[in-house]
């Protein structure tokens, strides 16, 4: 735990040191992957990182904690580590690979500060990180005992028993455990798994994919939309019969422990969590208000469109709110528009749990749009598979 002495070499290195984070976590990568190839090719995206998107995420975070050490917000604090170590399960992540990032990082730190890296400040840093790292650590290992497995062994395979397409450029995957009579682990709604393919190249890349089905069905279904290397092999080379290896479901997007109303709030193949929410609150004919908003390019291209209205038509206080970049004018009406998603005319009710899915800029946007409208910080909850959205009050 940082002393009073550490925390004050912090807050006075915090500025240079958040100037520089760029700089430094893009020779952080670039150090760690030269003496271990093997986490570019097979554990981080390597898409993100060719993008800069990894690198700008590694930095929020650090600077994110950075500056909950000098301004403590227990509820901002648990929301990053709770994202970072649900992802870090998916993974696999072990407490030796917090060593070799331990390494390069701070490798890096000296490389790009030079001087200014005295030795208070190496070590305010240093306990920064551990501090960091010790509780992620923690935190993943709870997440490993309730998966029922020991830290880092996550992955297993699984049968590949359908496949359907959903859109022109979504297929849906339904798998199932390969010995006869066994059920495939349970898990709640809103979670997802970690798929990791082969590549040509022999690399093995890793992505995750929301869990569609019902939490208590022994088969497991999610969707895939045509968008980068790995998805391309689960779109060419993955047919019924095949084996995929995949991960225990992880994942902190689930409902709320309570019966306050619910706002899912999606974009393009951002909806798989929330047909997977819905699924489950419909199996179980949940009573709460639900209003439902999507957003897509067009109608014809939109994944599960006749499932998210059939699932929101099947609750009692369901409503549906859609809108499409473009849009045939005879199917336009208050529940279907044209253009960007906008609340401007949208009842929504101060009380209720707000919880996004989609690419990064829709959360961040529709984030603004639902705190404009008085929503408390920590009922907007958000699922995102790119960098984390990690600005002061997101949840």
Known sequence: MLSDAQRSTLAATL???????????????????????????????????KSGEQPQALAGSIA????????????????????????????????????????????????????????PVADAWDQLYWDMADLLIASEADLYARAGVTPGQVWH???????????????????????????????????????????????????????????????????????????AYLHEQVFEGDLLHVSMPFGDLVLPDDDLPLTLASAGIGCTPVIGLLTAMAARGDERPVTVLHADRSRDRQPHRGQLAALV???????????????????????????????DDVAIDPRTHVMLCGPTGFLSSMRDEFLARDIAAERIHYETFGPELLRSGAR
């Open 15 to 49: 500025p240079a040191v958040q100037d520089a984070l760029a700089d430094i976590t893009q020779r952080f990568y670039r150090g760690m992957f030269t003496a271990h190839p093997e986490l570019h090719d097979d554990l981080f995206n390597r898409t993100h990182q």
């Open 64 to 119: 994110a904690f950075a500056r909950l050490q000098l301004e403590p917000d227990a509820r901002r604090q648990r929301f990053i580590l709770d994202r970072i170590a649900h992802k870090h399960a998916s993974l696999g992540v072990t407490r030796d690979q917090y060593t070799v990032v331990h390494e390069h990082l701070f490798a890096a730190i000296v490389e790009v500060l030079g001087d200014a890296v005295t030795p």
């Open 157 to 231: 395979d699984a049968l590949v028993t359908e496949r359907a397409q959903i859109s022109p450029d979504t297929i849906a995957l339904t798998l199932t455990d390969p010995e006869p009579n066994t059920s495939l682990p349970g898990f709640r709604p809103g979670q997802y798994i970690s798929v990791q393919v082969p590549l040509a190249d022999g690399a093995h890349q890793i992505r995750q994919y929301s869990l569609t089905g019902t939490p208590d069905s022994p088969r497991w279904q999610f969707s895939v939309k045509l968008a980068g290397e790995v998805s």
């Open 313 to 343: 038509e099947s609750l009692p206080q369901g409503r549906l709110y859609q809108w499409y970049e473009k849009a045939s004018s005879h199917v336009l009406s208050d529940a279907v528009r044209t253009g960007q998603m906008a609340l």
